[in-house]
């Protein structure tokens, strides 16, 4: 039995039936995170000393002891003088830090390409990317590197890698998690929650996450649904007992619309008629200010990037600014254009209107439907460098996680299928708060299919 390719749950109880014991554990994934991470190039830190159960953290969260990047090279010898908040959350689960993960720099990006440090690469094929920007996470999931990994779901930074992936990613509800810790690229849009093997680890990783800690005034004290399914989990009984039945399914027509790539739309099309099998009612419902989503995200989106970015001065943090990548000056420019004299009203005030017509639209949605299914990514993993030199054709690949964020509201990415040989997640939206209906349906549906037990070739 290789102990790497066990789930969060599987592993927790193959320790407590003495199967074997975490340091046989946390030797295993070193010694494959060994031999496979110069190829993928996941981890930019690696802990060899590593004790518990091991996950990998995206190093935008701050990890007291452990250089801690975002990516950059301004970072690059910045070592924190305390742990994010998830994080002492999760040492108080028995899990330990076994490395930093790769990201596109500051959390700036849609493909894992922008780091300082080198590309992530996609283990299902070296010549593609893996998604941005939680993209060392989402990589070091799928080869089996990590139990679970952390990751920051920005604009769709934690379901789109996971998608391209063929793992398990969940943005929770803004306020869900707190954001103490994590190096902010949108502080109103900046959500931390897990990616791993499989949907009831996602469900069990944010229950030990969640809850208010005094430190981010947004992060609400609401007491968690998810314990009764992670504890149901964890003593064995079938996930299977879960049920859609009754509940009705809401597929936006505007999600289905010029721009998708014909093989995933099938895929896609494909996993819902699974669901609606399975007795869940399908419905159509219409997202109208959704075609507006894209250019209201990147007007917020680098406005407070602009202001969140001036703390590296090369006094307080790390290097000077000359070390900055290109995206992230870019968003600099343009957020700075944006908030400036004359054109604030012009730009922000109205993407701030856009942002919450788009909420609406969801509440109304919600009238008629538990939660929204639909595509994550428009298409496959694209080839390395293939939209590096095209801004605005990679943010076209946000165009359906970034809606979630400016809602506000919780998002899962499940494995459905896959394109050509490359994965297609499902994306399922759910009303603020209400992960555990998110997570049923994804259990339900990733129970009744054989995709989460499909695993990259790693003999390279």
Known sequence: MDITNLTLIETIEA???KKFSEEELNNAYLKKIAIINPKINAFLEIQKKSRGIPAAIKDVI????????????????????????????????????????????????????????????????????TGGTSAGSAAAVASDMCVFALGSDTGGSIRQPSSLCGVVGLKPSYGRVSRNGLIPAVSSFDTIGPIAKCVADAGLILDWISGADGKDSNCSEI????????????????????????LKIGMPKEYFSEGLDLNVKKVIEDAIKKLESLGAEIVEVSLPHSEYALAAYYIINPSEISSNMGRFDGIRFGSGREDLGPEVKRRIMLGTFALSSGYYDDYYAKAAKIRTLIKQDFEKAFEKCDVIVGPVSPTTAWNLGEKIDDPLKMYLSDIYTISANLAGIPGLSVPCGFSEGLPVGLQIIGKYMDEETVLNVGEVYEQSTEWRKEKPNLSF
């Open 15 to 17: 320790i407590k039936a």
């Open 223 to 246: 007491a968690s649904p998810l314990r009764g399914l992670a504890m149901t989990s964890l003593r064995g009984a079938a996930a299977t007992k879960q049920s859609v039945k009754g």
């Open 62 to 129: 701050s990890t007291k002891g452990i250089v801690t990047t975002a990516g950059s090279k301004i970072l690059s010898n910045f070592l924190p003088q305390y742990n994010a908040t998830v994080i002492e959350k999760l040492l108080e689960q028995g899990v330990s830090v076994v490395g930093k993960t790769n990201c596109d720099e500051f959390a700036m990006g849609s493909s894992g390409e922008n780091s300082a440090f080198g590309p992530v690469k996609n283990p299902w094929n070296l010549a593609r990317i």
